[in-house]
């Protein structure tokens, strides 16, 4: 029994009747274990040891080993992991239905994706990246995705690149293959580009004059998008992960520096222009009619809020 005893350690105090019986454990013995509620049936198959609520992680294990060869995947193979049932992912070529509380989802060439040694087995996390990428349902869903993958640390845009050299008909590619050039080179072109077109363009808001130069007190600076006429500055902010206390420091002294040159400077992020671009718009343009602008704005589309 101690085999058994150390598969139980190892895996939270779950165990699969397929481990028992590796393990030496006869059926009569199992029966015994069960009668006595020593294991408790979980999945077919598959059991604990105790008779309380499972924890988030036994349910992963007892997820994982119902299915096996298995291993979570989406959510379920994030840190912290997303609520809701246990998604696990199989080979394709096999075929098993979902048990209760657990959806399970059929992958090509999925073992050379997992990693086997990590309790319980999960996907790559590069590989998992892509596939909730692949599932998102817009633009913005897929920018917090893979900033958010970068801003982790635990991975590397050169690597995320590598994994998505595998997926040449992965939905929404073109755009991430963009948003990993601007991680690795430290640019926000992405952002750039969706504040002309969804915020700035789409609304009828005065044309701005992007990375203008101006001598300031720390040398030369760029401003992402100028309203010279009307003194409105808009910074487009698309770091990803932690910003240091030096770059804060730098945005304060920038901001500080406009406003007491009579300027108004506004700093927004990614949810500002691919979340709302239409209440973007409308709040760019208040500021730019108070501030002698004449223009009006325009309705982008059935829905438009900014008007």
């Given at each position: 029994?101690?085999?058994?005893?150390?598969?139980?350690?190892?895996?939270?105090?779950?165990?699969?009747?397929?481990?028992?019986?590796?393990?030496?454990?006869?059926?009569?013995?199992?029966?015994?274990?069960?009668?006595?509620?020593?294991?408790?049936?979980?999945?077919?198959?598959?059991?604990?040891?105790?008779?309380?609520?499972?924890?988030?992680?036994?349910?992963?294990?007892?997820?994982?080993?119902?299915?096996?060869?298995?291993?979570?995947?989406?959510?379920?193979?994030?840190?912290?992991?997303?609520?809701?049932?246990?998604?696990?992912?199989?080979?394709?070529?096999?075929?098993?239905?979902?048990?209760?509380?657990?959806?399970?989802?059929?992958?090509?060439?999925?073992?050379?994706?997992?990693?086997?040694?990590?309790?319980?087995?999960?996907?790559?996390?590069?590989?998992?990246?892509?596939?909730?990428?692949?599932?998102?349902?817009?633009?913005?869903?897929?920018?917090?995705?893979?900033?958010?993958?970068?801003?982790?640390?635990?991975?590397?845009?050169?690597?995320?690149?590598?994994?998505?050299?595998?997926?040449?008909?992965?939905?929404?590619r073109r755009m991430a293959l963009r948003l990993l050039d601007d991680a690795a080179a430290g640019t926000c072109s992405v952002l750039e580009h969706g504040y002309l077109t969804r915020v700035e363009r789409a609304h009828g808001l005065p044309r701005g004059h992007r990375q203008r130069r101006r001598q300031g007190a720390r040398?030369?600076?760029?401003?992402?998008?100028?309203?010279?006429?009307?003194?409105?500055?808009?910074?487009?902010?698309?770091?990803?992960?932690?910003?240091?206390?030096?770059?804060?420091?730098?945005?304060?002294?920038?901001?500080?520096?406009?406003?007491?040159?009579?300027?108004?400077?506004?700093?927004?992020?990614?949810?500002?222009?691919?979340?709302?671009?239409?209440?973007?718009?409308?709040?760019?343009?208040?500021?730019?009619?108070?501030?002698?602008?004449?223009?009006?704005?325009?309705?982008?589309?059935?829905?438009?809020?900014?008007?």
């Open positions: 029994m101690v085999g058994v005893s150390e598969l139980l350690a190892t895996q939270d105090g779950v165990v699969s009747r397929r481990q028992l019986e590796a393990a030496g454990v006869e059926k009569h013995e199992l029966d015994r274990m069960l009668r006595r509620r020593e294991l408790v049936r979980v999945h077919t198959g598959v059991y604990v040891d105790h008779t309380g609520p499972l924890t988030w992680r036994q349910r992963a294990w007892a997820a994982v080993l119902a299915a096996w060869p298995a291993a979570l995947v989406l959510g379920s193979a994030l840190e912290p992991p997303w609520d809701g049932p246990i998604h696990v992912a199989i080979d394709a070529g096999r075929r098993i239905a979902d048990p209760d509380g657990v959806r399970v989802h059929r992958m090509r060439g999925l073992a050379p994706r997992v990693l086997w040694h990590v309790g319980p087995p999960r996907l790559r996390f590069e590989d998992n990246t892509w596939e909730l990428v692949g599932r998102a349902t817009d633009e913005l869903a897929v920018i917090e995705l893979v900033t958010g993958a970068v801003a982790s640390r635990r991975t590397t845009p050169e690597r995320l690149r590598a994994a998505l050299g595998a997926r040449p008909r992965l939905r929404h040398g030369s600076e760029y401003r992402d998008v100028e309203y010279t006429a009307y003194g409105l500055e808009v910074e487009l902010d698309g770091r990803v992960g932690h910003t240091g206390w030096a770059a804060q420091s730098r945005d304060a002294d920038r901001d500080l520096d406009d406003h007491a040159d009579g300027r108004e400077a506004v700093r927004l992020r990614w949810r500002q222009v691919f979340g709302t671009p239409c209440r973007t718009a409308n709040r760019i343009g208040r500021i730019l009619r108070r501030r002698g602008w004449d223009g009006s704005l325009v309705a982008c589309g059935p829905g438009c809020t900014a008007v």
